[in-house]
């Protein structure tokens, strides 16, 4: 897993959901608003830390994140969280294959896979694709060939972006 000392720089691409450049949907995202996120590691959004803590038992590592946020990381499981005592989880971030699925799509699958799973995303910017659902998101972070998903994240979207 990559190292805790990037939880910032990823959470920042992550968090970045407001005005990109806009690409079209085409149909194929299995989700529409109002529906809930997929799980990911048998959680949902929101999870307090007695179930994250129930499904997934202690973290490897802890890193305080902001005014009560805290980064927790599985490294064995390719697997990040970022969670408030107020919110529960408000991201997950995976980063190995090991790590699952998010709706069938899973870090190492080629771009043509994903767009031809999803579809077109709603923004892109760069290596990073956005799939905005609502009052949530999922993030693809591609290579830089833009060839290969080195990272999948989901998370809550504030009101208004």
Do not use: C, N
Request: aromatic share 6%.
């Amino acid at each position: 897993m990559r190292s805790v000392s990037l939880i910032p720089l990823l959470l920042g691409s992550l968090l970045a959901v407001g005005p990109r450049t806009a690409v079209a949907q085409q149909g194929a995202l299995p989700w529409h608003v109002p529906d809930a996120p997929p799980s990911v590691a048998g959680l949902r959004l929101g999870a307090s830390r007695a179930v994250i803590d129930s499904v997934l038992g202690p973290p490897d590592s802890v890193e305080q994140m902001g005014r009560g946020g805290k980064g927790l990381v599985y490294r064995a499981r390719g697997l990040m969280l970022a969670y408030t005592d107020s919110e529960g989880v408000r991201l997950f971030y995976l980063d190995t294959r090991k790590a699952g699925d998010i709706g069938g799509v899973r870090v190492g699958d080629t771009r043509e896979a994903v767009v031809a799973r999803w579809g077109s995303p709603t923004q892109a910017d760069g290596e990073m694709a956005r799939y905005i659902v609502g009052g949530w998101a999922i993030v693809v972070a591609y290579d830089r060939d833009l060839q290969r998903v080195m990272g999948l994240g989901i998370r809550k979207v504030p009101p208004g972006q």
